[in-house]
Structures are given as structure tokens and as C-alpha cells.
């Protein structure tokens, strides 16, 4: 990228040019590296066009979207409806942030920094539709997620085969859940979006939640249409809690990552798992360092509050037969799983010589005949592009994915994979069906059941295979 524009990372961008990669591999995920990893980006935002809800919602929601508003004093403040209002900071972003900013409207612009990063693959969630679920109207939310999922799969659904966009389901209603699930998995998506809370908003013991059996129905129909779930952070309840010093980082940390925990738990400690076997779900943005100890937390208050522990299951929560075995920290080794198609929902393969050349081309083509203004979302302008989709084919699969696609790699949390792993073997010394026969120490492929994702940052992990 650096390359490519010109652009000199100033110090608060430097750490991205250190990953993904870790002293003593000896592959990387470098695009140059000729035994690259296959890299899947798992958590990727795309950016929607403006006023793309107010210009396709009926007009008696058009005063409850968010909005810009302007106080006496010449402030400027984001309200959002079941949201705090925030205060907009003028800023004049440079360099780096720029492009960043300006970078992931267009499908073929992402192409390129697919090309650029060394990314094989990537799962596209919302960006302004992250405040979609941020209501308890369950119509009105519904309708904004028909909107997202219609965009979506009008703008990245010819490009699906490697740049998958994730359906939105509001869950305040489970009727209309079920009634989005089933329209979009027609359509062609290959993961759905819950929120982390089924009910927007902070806890309350009086709205219902993923563990109770009155959500049996949506997974049922989830499971029937063979949809993978995902749960993005700060999609249950409004994460900016802490104001002041430090805000942004205890925000983050302990009100926008942390919260995933929950959906997690209810899947796993609520007997959802033992009815529904062939569910698969994956947590976003949230990475992976937390996994062993909320694994160890939940057998701990198995057995130690039994007294009050319903349903009683048929193993522990962390048991291989219910997480390794349906849920979201299965681990596996070997390019096979790609191979196999085992990697949902992406079943992408890593991309053979001529792919990337094909891709390469493409590139090529799209920056000779546009300029560096970035085309607007939707638009598919370049005569290769405009090839392809009378063909009914999507565009080669690229390469390469980039940071100013909004995008970063991490690996990360090594050390806390190694250790699950070993838990794994300790239990399992022969490696079972967990595929587990070495050194946990070695190990840097992984697999989540549903996705491949983890990792830590605001925009894109990518998993190693």
C-alpha cells in the first residue's frame, strides 16, 4: 500500500506494518511470501452510501434515523434513536487514516486491496447499519436490516464466491427473524448477523434472551437453511458507557468486546446446543485471548452452582461434543479444511496461478480507467466488470485485500490459542477427532466452526490456514 500511494504511515498507523506474521514462522501471510497463508478476513465493513436508509424507508420512519443535528452553540451531535447522543470532533484526517476513510465503497476497489494485503477471502459486515438494531421497535428495525441486506447483496452479492456479505436479522420479533432468514438465505447469503442481545438496550431480567427455549423456532430455521451465525460487538446495547479520560479504550474493552461473551454463553450453557446440533456460530471483533477463561468459567459455575444450574446437560459447556464439535472454537490443522470447503461460510480455496493473474488483470484494467476518486457504492463502472456480469460470472477472486479497505491484519492472541489447545490435548491426548496430533506451540491454523475469525482491532482479522 505504502508503495502504491505514496504514503508515508505516520507513527499512530506504524503497528499495522508489523503484522500479520511472527518472528520464527516460517511462512507468513505476506503478500509476496510464495507459501502465503491463505488468508480469510472475517470481520470487514463496507462502506454503506449516504441516505441509503432515508431514500429506501417509507416515510414514517424517515425522522427516526440517525442524524446530524446542530445546537444553538454550533455543535454538532449524532442522534441516533436508542442511543446516547454523541458530540461530533472535527477532525482532519492525513495520510494513512485518509485513504482509509475514503477506501471500501466499491466492490472493484476492494479488489485491488485484496491484491495489495495478501487477502484470499473476506466476510463484510455494516458499518452506519451497525445502529440498525439500536431500537425496540421491532418493525421499524426489521425494516432497516431489509434495506442493509438488499444493498448488500445488489453491491457484493456478483462477487459472493469471495466477498461475502453477512445478512442482518433483527431478533426482537422472532416472526419477522424468521421470515428475514428464510427471504435471505433464498437469496443467496451464505451467514446471517444477530445482534448480541435479541432486545436492544441495557439488562433487563424481563426481555428475553438467545438461552430461552421461545427462540427454539429461529433456530430451527437457522439450522434448516444451514446458515452460519455471527455475533458483532456493540450490536446489543449501546457500548459508549464511560465518558471522560480514557473513555474510548474502557468503551472498547469492557463495553463493546466483553458484552460478546454473553450470546456465547447462552448458546452454550443453555442445552440450544444439544438441540440443535449442526448450529455453527462464530463472535466478531471480540478476539480470542478470552476463550479458555470463559470456557473455565462456565464449567466452574457448573459445578459449582448445580443447586441452580438448569437444563442439566449431558456434558460440561466447554465439552468437545458441544463447542469443539458445533460450536465457534473448533481447531483444526491443514489446508484441507479450505480444500474440503470445510471453512463456512466462505469455502473459498486457495486461488491458483491463474486466478492471480486474472485478478491482477482486473485490477490493472479497473485503475486504468478510473480515477483515484473512489466510484460510488453499487456502481460496477469498468468494461472487464461490466464483462463478467453479462457472463452471469462474479470477478476473478483476488489476491489480496487492503488496509485502506478499511482493513488490518491480526493475528493475534497466540499464546492464549496455544493454550486452549493444550487444554484440548489434555483431554484428549490422542488428539481424537480434534485433529490435535502435535505441538499446540506450533499450531498457527485454526479454524471457528462457523467463520474463520478472531482477532483484536476495530476493522478485519484474518485467520491463518
Known amino acids: 500500500m505504502i508503495e502504491e500511494t505514496n504514503v508515508t504511515i505516520?507513527?499512530?498507523?506504524?503497528?499495522?506494518?508489523?503484522?500479520?506474521?511472527?518472528?520464527?514462522?516460517?511462512?507468513?501471510?505476506?503478500?509476496?511470501?510464495?507459501?502465503?497463508?491463505?488468508?480469510?478476513?472475517?470481520?470487514?465493513?463496507?462502506?454503506?452510501?449516504?441516505?441509503?436508509?432515508?431514500?429506501?424507508?417509507?416515510?414514517?420512519?424517515?425522522?427516526?434515523?440517525?442524524?446530524?443535528?446542530?445546537?444553538?452553540?454550533?455543535?454538532?451531535?449524532?442522534?441516533?434513536?436508542?442511543?446516547?447522543?454523541?458530540?461530533?470532533?472535527?477532525?482532519?484526517?492525513?495520510?494513512?487514516?485518509?485513504?482509509?476513510?475514503?477506501?471500501?465503497?466499491?466492490?472493484?476497489?476492494?479488489?485491488?486491496?485484496?491484491?495489495?494485503?495478501?487477502?484470499?477471502?473476506?466476510?463484510?459486515?455494516?458499518?452506519?447499519?451497525?445502529?440498525?438494531?439500536?431500537?425496540?421497535?421491532?418493525?421499524?428495525?426489521?425494516?432497516?436490516?431489509?434495506?442493509?441486506?438488499?444493498?448488500?447483496?445488489?453491491?457484493?452479492?456478483?462477487?459472493?464466491?469471495?466477498?461475502?456479505?453477512?445478512?442482518?436479522?433483527?431478533?426482537?420479533?422472532?416472526?419477522?427473524?424468521?421470515?428475514?432468514?428464510?427471504?435471505?438465505?433464498?437469496?443467496?447469503?451464505?451467514?446471517?448477523?444477530?445482534?448480541?442481545?435479541?432486545?436492544?438496550?441495557?439488562?433487563?431480567?424481563?426481555?428475553?434472551?438467545?438461552?430461552?427455549?421461545?427462540?427454539?423456532?429461529?433456530?430451527?430455521?437457522?439450522?434448516?437453511?444451514?446458515?452460519?451465525?455471527?455475533?458483532?460487538?456493540?450490536?446489543?446495547?449501546?457500548?459508549r458507557a464511560a465518558r471522560k479520560d480514557g473513555g474510548a479504550i474502557i468503551n472498547y474493552a469492557a463495553h463493546a468486546l466483553s458484552p460478546t461473551i454473553e450470546p456465547i454463553s447462552c448458546m452454550c450453557a443453555s442445552g440450544v446446543l444439544e438441540r440443535f446440533q449442526k448450529l455453527r456460530f462464530a463472535a466478531i471483533e471480540c478476539g480470542i485471548g478470552w476463550v479458555p477463561w470463559a470456557l473455565d468459567a462456565m464449567d466452574e459455575a457448573y459445578r459449582k452452582h448445580h443447586l441452580w444450574a438448569f437444563p442439566k446437560l449431558k456434558q460440561l459447556p466447554s465439552e468437545r461434543e458441544v463447542i469443539l464439535a458445533y460450536g465457534f472454537a473448533q481447531i483444526g490443522f491443514g489446508r484441507q479444511l479450505l480444500e474440503n470447503g470445510l471453512l463456512n461460510p466462505t469455502y473459498v480455496k486457495a486461488p491458483t496461478d491463474a486466478r492471480r493473474q486474472e485478478a491482477q488483470q482486473h485490477a490493472d484494467e479497473r485503475a486504468e480507467q478510473q480515477s483515484c476518486q473512489p466510484a460510488h457504492v453499487g456502481q460496477t463502472t469498468s468494461s472487464a466488470s461490466a464483462k463478467w456480469h453479462a457472463e452471469g460470472k462474479p470477478p476473478p477472486r483476488s489476491t489480496r485485500a487492503g488496509s485502506s479497505s478499511m482493513h488490518f491484519c491480526c493475528c493475534s492472541a497466540l499464546s492464549s490459542l496455544a493454550n486452549f489447545q493444550q487444554r484440548v490435548l489434555n483431554r484428549h491426548p490422542d488428539g481424537g477427532s480434534t485433529g490435535l496430533g502435535r505441538s499446540p506451540r506450533r499450531t498457527i491454523r485454526l479454524r471457528w466452526r462457523a467463520l474463520a475469525g478472531s482477532g483484536m482491532g476495530t476493522a478485519d482479522k484474518r485467520a491463518c490456514v
Not at 24 to 37: C, H, I, L, T, V
Not at 135 to 151: I, K, L, M, P, Y
Open 10 to 239: 505516520d507513527e499512530p498507523n506504524r503497528w499495522r506494518l508489523d503484522t500479520p506474521g511472527h518472528v520464527g514462522w516460517k511462512r507468513s501471510a505476506r503478500p509476496d511470501d510464495p507459501e502465503k497463508y491463505v488468508m480469510i478476513s472475517a470481520d470487514c465493513h463496507c462502506n454503506e452510501p449516504n441516505g441509503l436508509w432515508h431514500k429506501r424507508l417509507p416515510d414514517k420512519y424517515q425522522n427516526r434515523l440517525p442524524r446530524i443535528e446542530v445546537d444553538a452553540s454550533g455543535v454538532k451531535w449524532l442522534v441516533s434513536e436508542g442511543m446516547q447522543r454523541s458530540r461530533l470532533l472535527d477532525s482532519h484526517l492525513e495520510g494513512e487514516d485518509h485513504i482509509r476513510n475514503k477506501a471500501g465503497y466499491d466492490p472493484l476497489d476492494r479488489i485491488k486491496d485484496h491484491r495489495r494485503d495478501g487477502v484470499d477471502a473476506e466476510i463484510i459486515f455494516p458499518n452506519k447499519g451497525l445502529s440498525m438494531w439500536a431500537t425496540n421497535d421491532a418493525e421499524f428495525g426489521s425494516a432497516q436490516c431489509r434495506v442493509w441486506n438488499d444493498w448488500a447483496w445488489e453491491t457484493f452479492g456478483p462477487y459472493n464466491d469471495f466477498m461475502s456479505p453477512m445478512a442482518a436479522i433483527m431478533t426482537a420479533d422472532i416472526d419477522l427473524a424468521i421470515a428475514e432468514i428464510k427471504r435471505v438465505a433464498q437469496v443467496g447469503f451464505r451467514g446471517i448477523a444477530l445482534p448480541c442481545k435479541p432486545i436492544w438496550g441495557a439488562h433487563d431480567a424481563r426481555h428475553p434472551n438467545y438461552n430461552m427455549a421461545l427462540f427454539d423456532p429461529m433456530w430451527a430455521v437457522i439450522q434448516d437453511c444451514d446458515l452460519p451465525i455471527t455475533f458483532h460487538i456493540s450490536t446489543g446495547r449501546d457500548p
